[in-house]
């Protein structure tokens, strides 16, 4: 398996454009998970989804996130406008549901390194 | 709410020793996984052990256990016979299982560094 795709792995954007960040998680897992790392704040866990339904997004920092799940393959994280206080590296994760049998431990992609300028 | 708390913002260890990364943590759900993770310099996070809350023994992988004191709500992270490679941040993590099925919380971190 490939595991956790994501893409871009870097993305340099000006304030106030849009900014989409792609995950395809690996297959069979129903459980994806949005992060955000920074220093200041470390890791933070966004949003996540079950079978394709967010279940909670009560990290998400404002209304200028925006996340979804078309499908079992793949979930889009979009920040519109983007702020220079967005630079941060985000990361998708994906794991079994709970309930499915082992630890459900949750498989990071590379991260999207989003600078802000 | 859950927390996870990481007390040790840089831990020293001296090639071939052992060395435990503190964890401990915060839930009012009955059930509940435990998780260690490894970053490295490079960036990625790495799987390294799992704890379930009903667990009866502490769970082990390799080089790594983790002591796990239920009534103390601690999950620490031990490893044995430390190398110059296992230099990176560590992260505790929890992943709830009942009524908030999912929701994950990952500590500050501590990072090991690993002298020769």
Not at chain 1, 68 to 76: L, V
Not at chain 2, 39 to 62: K, R, V
Request: glycine share 10%; net charge negative.
């Amino acid at each position: 398996d490939a595991g956790v795709i994501q893409s871009p792995r870097h993305e340099v954007t000006e304030m106030g454009q849009e900014v989409t960040l792609r995950c395809k998680p690996i297959s069979g897992h129903n459980s994806l998970f949005w992060y955000r790392q920074t220093m200041m704040r470390g890791l933070e866990l966004l949003i996540y989804f079950n079978n394709n339904v967010p279940i909670d997004d009560s990290g998400m920092p404002e209304d200028r996130f925006s996340a979804k799940m078309p499908n079992a393959s793949f979930s889009t994280l979009k920040i519109q406008p983007s702020e220079p206080r967005d630079s941060a590296v985000y990361f998708c994760a994906s794991s079994l549901a709970e309930g499915q049998g082992g630890g459900n431990e949750q498989f990071f992609g590379p991260g999207t390194r989003l600078t802000v300028l | 709410a859950q927390k996870i708390t990481q007390t040790q913002p840089g831990m020293f260890v001296q090639e071939k020793e052992a060395v435990t990364l503190d964890c401990t943590y915060d839930t009012s759900d009955p059930s509940y996984g435990l998780f260690w993770y490894k970053q490295p310099s490079s960036g990625e996070m790495i799987f390294l052990i799992y704890q379930g809350s009903y667990d009866q023994q502490n769970a082990t992988e390799g080089r790594y256990s983790l002591n796990f004191q239920k009534a103390r709500k601690s999950a620490n992270l031990v490893i044995s016979a430390s190398q110059l490679g296992d230099s990176a941040m560590y992260f505790c993590a929890m992943r709830e299982i009942g009524t908030n099925a999912g929701k994950s919380t990952f500590g500050d971190g501590t990072t090991l560094t690993v002298k020769p």
